[in-house]
């Protein structure tokens, strides 16, 4: 589990410091109910699936734009030299 994506992205907005990357380290620094050990882990599966989201989505937007390029008449070579894109 990677307790700075889960906190990153589930607690924004809360204060907290990470001394190392085990939950031992975690220090809340927010008014509000640390979380517990228990609660991030059931969250990681999630922000995996969003992480991979992310990814995937990038991974998209570059072939689309490699495609659209494409079809104004660049050749690949030309795409992939220009942009610094793969094909």
């Given amino acids: 589990m990677d307790i700075t994506q ?23 620094l ?9 609660e991030l882990e059931a969250l990681w599966d999630d922000v995996q699936a969003e992480i991979a989201d992310e990814a995937q989505a990038k991974i998209d937007a570059k072939a689309s734009a490699v495609a659209k390029l494409q079809a104004l008449g ?5 795409v992939q030299v ?5 094909a």
């Fill in 74 to 78: 660049l050749t690949v070579d030309e």
């Fill in 30 to 38: 927010s008014d509000t109910p640390k979380p517990k050990k228990a």
């Fill in 6 to 28: 889960v906190l990153t992205r589930r607690y924004a907005g809360a204060e907290w410091t990470l001394n190392g990357d085990n939950y031992t380290g975690l220090t809340w």
């Fill in 82 to 86: 220009a942009f610094g894109l793969g």
